[in-house]
Nanobody
């Protein structure tokens, strides 16, 4: 079973930035995404990248978050700028290996998941 590990979470004030990372074996992050889940809410996709490098974002983070990965597809990143208190959640990286197609914010399109990392934004 492929294991991936997130890092980079923490507590920051609104308006600040954080960069999340998720490390896995080579070629893990062909199709990949970041999801988040706040207490009492459903898990939602926030940013995704396709095998070809196309990206898509949830409306709530468009223009503030950037998803990226290393060329060897071993590390997935989420750069989060101008954070809002509403961004507070547990963040999960997800991957599907070398799967082609469009970037996807649908959880069922991924079979590799990290354990999650907490991001807390205070207003």
């Amino acid at each position: 079973q492929v294991q991936v590990v997130e890092s980079g979470g923490g507590s920051v004030q609104a308006g600040k930035s954080l960069r999340l990372s998720c490390v896995g074996p080579k070629y893990t992050y062909g199709r990949a995404a970041w999801f988040r889940q706040a207490p009492g809410q459903e898990r939602e996709g926030v940013a995704a990248i396709s095998y070809a490098g196309s990206t898509t974002y949830a409306d709530s983070v468009e223009g503030r978050f950037t998803i990226d990965r290393t060329n060897a597809k071993t590390t997935l990143y989420l750069q989060m700028d101008n954070l809002f208190a509403e961004d507070t959640a547990m963040y999960y990286c997800a991957a599907a290996g070398l799967v082609e197609g469009r970037p996807s914010l649908t959880a069922t399109d991924y079979n590799i998941w990290g354990r999650g990392i907490q991001v807390t934004v205070s207003s």
